[in-house]
């Protein structure tokens, strides 16, 4: 029988090797890729249109080894790939046995060497929903609670207990014999004893009264906003409804008063990067994109540059779906977040009359508010905020929108992105072996192995987790000559991050390995943050 191959060109060297026996990667467990062995990269971040061709012409045998990790659906597998306790391979081999043997995937993985019943207990440790504790490591026992207090009892200490612990949503979600009770903390998810089902009319009758929800309107999703005191703080506390099979699900985000408005220097931004935003902000025309995916903090950064201007005593207007925080000293007009996309440029046109000297936009909807912002940034400074995963990826959507190239690179002034990562539990901080050589190549670190990595052993103040409190990082483009050409070719979002970097831009990959090195924050958070 013939020796089975599958020649392909690396994306990143344009090296030809074997894909067919070439090592899968581990950066998705549920999608993985080939790894060059000249590079050591994989195709994860490949262009779609590469990994199209790679896939329509690959054998039938790597496809089917695709599919069998694409089928599984026991998350274990996974979990110990994003904690580097096993490689693709290893669990492709591990699912080929269980799917002839139908034994357990732990006991596949145990038997074989891969992972220790330690490693196991971890990982679904780690990665589930786990139990809220107290100073003593003890889950916090709220039967009593639900059994002694009525609905008024009940909410109140959900969000007493909510604000105390420092999370910043809370879910109350109805099942089929109980409402679950979730907090989220640092990125975590953590669950208290669900409330009995007998309770849950009256709770979801408190949560429409303290937030003054249209009862009449039960079965559409209803938001509100109101501003209470919790464990000797100020809080705002935002309530979104919606409507399921088993009764009304409400999630509530809390935002502290104290602390949702941060100085520069409060905010994370190294000091080349804040003196180079602070510079951008002070000019008198240009626009600025702020950016970062969704749940990484955008809306502090915003509303602290919003503030920062204010306090610099600019005119300053926005323009936000829905306004979520007042700015003494800025004029803020709220458009609702389920009108027409083109109203906000309806809206742009109006308010123009005022004559701001900045205008800051909460979003950029649609193709004509993207083009009349950079016309107006030629005359006054334009500052709109986007979710996009890297400063050059914030460039290029505006592109996208339909702004063209010479447009923005005329009135380009800056670009940033952010990441909010995960802190090292100071309590439980511990020195640990460096990730294997392999995954350090893979990721352009093949340097790397000598620096010290630290994890968190977990501990009652972590909540078992590792980790306590997070940290923003930013990268920041600002408006060289050669970033300048670069927008004015419409060059694609690698190149014009390449282009930066040369010109002094620190990416977050950089600075999230500077994190690492230091002892914040650990390998694994680099990986989960996909940078």
């Not at 208290?192 to 079965?219: C, H, N, S, W, Y």
């Amino acid at each position: 029988m013939a020796f089975e191959t599958y020649l392909t060109t690396c994306w990143n060297c344009l090296g030809e090797f074997d894909a067919l026996h070439a090592v899968w990667c581990s950066d998705d467990p549920k999608n993985p890729t080939k790894l060059c062995p000249f590079c050591f990269r994989c195709f994860c971040e490949a262009s779609d249109t590469y990994k199209q061709e790679f896939w329509r012409r690959a054998p039938a045998r790597l496809k089917e080894e695709l599919n069998t990790l694409h089928k599984s659906r026991d998350r274990l597998g996974d979990i110990l790939i994003r904690l580097r306790k096993l490689t693709t391979p290893q669990l492709l081999e591990a699912l080929v046995e269980q799917k002839a043997t139908g034994q357990r995937l732990g006991e596949i993985l145990t038997r074989r060497g891969h992972v220790t019943g330690e490693d196991i207990d971890v990982a679904l440790r780690t990665q589930g929903v786990n139990p809220l504790t107290d100073t003593q490591g003890v889950a916090f026992a709220s039967s009593p609670v639900w059994e002694q207090s009525g609905p008024d009892g009940i909410i109140s200490y959900i969000l007493t207990l909510a604000a105390r612990k420092g999370a910043s949503d809370v879910q109350l979600e109805p099942k089929e014999d109980s409402v679950s009770v979730k907090y989220r903390i640092d990125g975590f998810t953590f669950r208290l004893d669900p409330i009995p089902k007998r309770f849950q009319a009256g709770v979801a009758q408190k949560i429409f009264e303290t937030f003054r929800l249209d009862t009449a309107r039960e079965a559409r999703p209803q938001k509100s906003r109101i501003t209470t005191r919790l464990a000797e703080g100020d809080y705002d506390l935002v309530a979104q409804t919606l409507p399921t099979t088993y009764g009304i699900s409400a999630t509530i985000k809390l935002v502290n008063r104290a602390t949702f408005i941060k100085d520069f220097p409060t905010l994370g931004l190294e000091l080349e990067d804040r003196v180079r935003l602070m510079e951008e902000l002070r000019a008198s025309f240009g626009m600025m994109l702020l950016s970062a995916p969704v749940y990484h903090g955008i809306k502090t950064t915003a509303y602290s540059v919003l503030n920062f201007l204010v306090r610099g005593e600019r005119e300053v207007m926005s323009l936000e779906a829905p306004v979520q925080w007042r700015i003494e000293g800025a004029r803020q007009v709220e458009m609702e977040p389920d009108e027409n996309p083109s109203r906000m440029e309806e809206t742009l046109r109006s308010v123009v009359a005022v004559r701001p000297e900045v205008l800051v936009l909460s979003s950029l909807p649609d193709r004509g508010t993207a083009l009349l912002a950079s016309q107006l940034a030629s005359s006054l400074l334009v500052i709109a905020v986007m979710n996009a995963p890297s400063a050059a990826q914030a460039v290029t959507s505006c592109l996208q929108l339909g702004v063209t190239g010479p447009a923005l690179a005329t009135v380009f002034g800056a670009a940033t992105c952010q990441r909010l990562v995960r802190k090292i539990c100071a309590v439980c901080r511990r020195p640990t072996d460096p990730p294997p050589a392999q995954t350090l190549a893979a990721r352009g670190l093949a340097g790397a192995g000598s620096v010290q990595y630290f994890r968190g052993a977990g501990c009652p103040s972590c909540n078992r987790t590792g980790y306590r409190g997070r940290r923003a990082i930013f990268e920041v483009m600002t408006g060289t000559p050669e970033v300048r050409a670069a927008v004015r070719q419409a060059a694609p979002a690698a190149e014009l991050e390449a282009v930066a970097a040369a010109s002094g831009m620190t990416r977050l990959r950089d600075r999230c390995l500077s994190l690492v090195t230091e002892g914040v924050t650990t390998f694994d958070e680099l990986v989960r943050l996909r940078l």
